[in-house]
């Protein structure tokens, strides 16, 4: 009985799960929100299957989270039993002005259904949210709102945190977008209180990279207020409420550069030769050093090409900062070239448009003349004498050698055969005894890293012909050449013996 029972009962639910008509409700959790907080839309799909649309953006603010959740529930209502499915769609964003969220259209046991629009007001706050009552917030600035390609602009980050307001962790930051733009993180952190604000500012250098017009942001955090609802049975307050705050958003129009130049900004250059004459295949070294105001993040010097000399350089090495509001930059790069003849190394330009003076300079690298010595001849060289009728004669001389053999006598001792067994007896036991012992299992050497041995080698390529010859293979292997074979033992060999010098 009990089982028919059970049997009816999965029969009605299933019946009344199949009478039961889909639905689809859209609601925000307020409607009205302070600029750079976020709201969360929830769309619920009444129904065993519910497809959603691919929402990336609300009315043009982005979608910052998104989660699906079901429910499945049974109820009785006058007697009536009821049984409902459904899922739900949360996304979370941040709107930055009034907005209209619009309908949208959600398949439901392959129906489509579709939800109403919803009004949602936005209310500017004073940037960055000091003294606009606000407990915390983020906003974003940026010094400059056009450029031209390969000029830096300086984007920053204002947290601002109400003071009295207590936290229960540090609150969880996400950095903002920058699509489009060379990042480069300024590592000094401003904090100060203002009003009664506590400030921190974090900063960006950004160099664009192509033309257009980019959205930077929104920057996103979020904050663990301490629950006061919920104390301890000292009074104490303990619990988090969470919270998820977004930044404003910044457009930055990308202009083309006025003229097709190598560097956007004002710099000096400075170069020099360590050698201007050397001894043959000894190498000579190039280093140039360019710096001033400007980026030079996405910037690089292409190797030289000298015909009949070996070329290696080093990555360049490049800093860049803030002095005051202004972006400063160095990059250091050097060259070595190896030759067993004279050559110059060849002058080189690099073009520069200085926006503050609308023009464009040239920094140039000069023309460097390397004398390199001839290789001494071999003073072990044979003298030669011609003779009267055109042959080659040596002064040497031909020995006769059968006048100069040695005959050497040798005893042979005689030796006992009792000690020849002996001696056979002492080497099988020792053979057995060896086969006792566990097997000894060395330990293998560390592998060394190409970079590391480059740089020991390197220092001694003007004494050790073997050395030189292994930093040659190193650099080709290192700028690409897949011929190249390093023998390990060989470099763990000249490594070992310069290391512990």
Known sequence: MMKKIIVLFTLCCSLFTFLAAGSVTAEVSQHEVVAGNTVQLRLKATG????????????????????????NSISYINGKMSNEHSTSLILTFAPEHDMTIPAYTVTIDGQSYET??????????????????????????????????GEPLVV?????????????????????????????????????????????????????????????????????????SRRDM????????????????????????????????????????????????????????????????????????VDGVTVYSDDAKVETGLSGSKTKSTFVKSFAFISDHDFTIPARTISVYDTKKGMVSTLEIPAYHIKVDAPQQSSAAVPVTNSTDGKVQTNL?????????????VEVERVAWWMLLLAFMAGAV????????????????????????????YAHINDDKEAEAMVRKLYAKKNGDKSVIIDKKELKALVEKYRTR
């Open 397 to 409: 001389k031909q020995h006769d050698t059968a006048s100069e053999k040695v005959v050497e006598k």
């Open 116 to 149: 109403k629009p919803i009004n949602v007001k936005v209310v500017k706050a004073s940037a960055p949210g000091m003294g606009s009552g606000v407990k915390y917030s983020l906003q974003i600035r940026a010094d400059k709102q056009e450029v031209i390609v």
């Open 156 to 228: 920053t980050v204002y947290f601002s945190l109400k003071t009295g307001v207590r936290l229960a962790d540090n609150p969880q930051y996400t950095k903002p977008e920058f699509k489009g733009f060379f990042v480069k993180e300024v590592n000094d952190p401003k904090a100060y209180i203002k009003g009664d604000q506590q400030v921190q500012e974090l900063r960006y250098i950004l160099t664009p990279q192509k033309e257009g017009s980019y959205t930077v942001g929104p920057a996103r955090a979020k904050i663990s207020e301490v629950d006061r």
């Open 234 to 305: 000292f009074g104490r307050f303990f619990g988090a409420n969470w919270k998820s705050i977004a930044s404003n958003t910044l457009t930055i129009k990308v202009k083309p550069k006025p003229a097709d130049t190598d560097l956007v900004g004002d710099f000096t250059l400075q170069s020099e030769v360590d050698h201007d004459h050397v001894k043959v295949n000894k190498p000579v070294n190039l280093t140039v050093r360019i710096e001033g105001e400007g980026s030079l993040e996405d910037f690089d010097l292409s190797d030289y090409e």
């Open 430 to 457: 020792s053979l057995y005894l060896l086969q006792l012992l566990p097997k000894f299992k060395g330990r293998a050497a560390s592998p060394f890293k190409e970079s590391e041995a480059l740089k020991i080698l």
């Open 48 to 71: 065993k299957r519910a497809e959603f649309p691919d929402i990336q953006e609300i009315d043009g603010a982005k979608v910052l989270g998104r989660s699906q959740t079901q429910n």
